[in-house]
């Protein structure tokens, strides 16, 4: 219950102010991959200086407040050391209420045996996604490895067998030119092995261009009229109406056309406030879309805190507030704006009662945002 309150309180601090630690971290392990996305260019990175087991330790050891931890690739199970690094975020996150990751599932054995040691560790909510951008041929036609289709979706299967009321799994889809009306095609596909699979087991999302982390600058863009047709349908056929994720992601399917059709975040960011991205190497930046390098945790002891707080930082955040960043609606930025929009932007006497508010969280449940 502390640990879902802690979080609740940040959530509602991010709706009215910029928080002083953010509750989310966006945690790039490696950009190693055995894939070769057609859509992303991570496989043809050099994967060096990686921050070791010992620093992440050390980095977590000073910044343990984070209430919500993604971890990507890159392929996170091509480290060797994964289940090490998650064993530190969840010893030292004492608050942590949700750690999630995708994976591309060609490594199954690998893949299912690191979330079963996960889950041994009792974490309070793990949420692991499958990625899946098709049916047979075009999705290995997207990923550029034959017999991964099989592979990804035998894993999903898998961890499918292993949902509990504190692990959760869905398959990914990144919509492309390639393969945006194909979401009931995928579905049909999968229920060739998996018969009972629902529409809400399957997550949607639209492909980004990223400088920094991608490396895909000059990508195809989707069509705003195709896509909002496309969805339409997916739409309508997911049924989890009242759970958070499924909230959280219908506001976010809602939005695409606007972003497609304007090229705008559909609302205010949260990049540098609720949440904030940090490279294989250390290097902190504001989110995965924004080619802006803060500093290198190596270069301030692994104090986040110390970073957040520098000049030039808070100067990129105000410069986020009005518009001046990348621009993007992609789910790992665009969820915490989603819950940093909850309510109307307040007045100054409408902020000065949400700070009580907070504060009694945080009297009574412990530290808070």
């Keep these: 219950m502390r640990k879902t309150l802690k979080l609740a309180a940040a959530i509602l601090a991010s709706n009215v102010r910029r928080l002083a630690f953010p509750y989310k971290l966006t945690l790039i392990l490696t950009y190693r991959c055995n894939l070769r996305c057609q859509m992303c260019n991570i496989w043809q990175r050099e994967a060096h200086g990686e921050m070791s087991v010992e620093e992440y330790d050390r980095f977590f050891s000073r910044n343990a407040d984070f209430s919500w931890v993604n971890v990507s690739g890159g392929e996170v199970f091509l480290r060797g050391d994964f289940a090490g690094i998650a064993d530190v975020i969840m010893d030292r996150c004492k608050s942590l209420y949700v750690l999630d990751f995708p994976t591309n599932g060609v490594m199954t054995d690998l893949i299912v045996g690191g979330v079963e040691r996960i889950l041994a560790r009792g974490p309070k909510k793990l949420i692991v996604t499958v990625s899946l951008d098709g049916d ?7 990923r550029g490895v034959k017999g991964s289709w ?29 393969n945006f009306d194909k979401i009931q095609e995928t579905l049909e596909a999968v229920r060739g092995r998996i018969p009972d699979i629902t529409a809400d087991e399957l997550h949607v999302n639209v492909a980004h261009q990223s400088e920094h982390y991608y490396e895909n600058a000059g990508m195809a863009s989707l069509s705003q009229r195709e896509t909002e047709e496309a969805l339409r349908w997916y739409r309508a056929h997911r049924r989890r109406r009242l759970h958070p ?3 959280v992601e219908r506001v976010y399917q809602s939005r695409i056309g606007r972003f497609l059709a304007t090229g705008k975040t559909p609302m205010p960011c949260q990049a540098l406030s609720a949440s904030c991205f940090v490279d294989p190497t250390g290097v902190v930046y504001p989110c995965s879309m924004d080619n802006v390098p803060l500093a290198n945790l190596r270069d301030h002891d692994y104090d986040l805190r110390r970073i957040w707080n520098l000049p030039h930082v808070v100067r990129v955040r105000e410069n986020i507030e009005r518009g ?12 915490q704006t989603i819950l940093g929009n909850l309510i109307f932007r307040p007045s100054p006497a409408r902020t000065e009662r949400m700070d009580d508010a907070v504060a009694e969280v945080r009297n009574e449940f412990g530290k808070g945002a």
């Design 136 to 142: 047979e041929t075009v999705h290995e036609e997207l």
């Design 245 to 247: 994720v499924a909230f």
């Design 150 to 178: 099989e592979k990804s979706v035998r894993t999903f299967a898998r961890l499918r067998e292993m949902r509990s009321g504190r692990f959760e799994t869905y398959l990914g889809m990144t919509l492309t030119p390639r």
């Design 324 to 335: 001046r960043c990348a621009q993007c609606w992609t789910p790992c930025e665009a969820y």
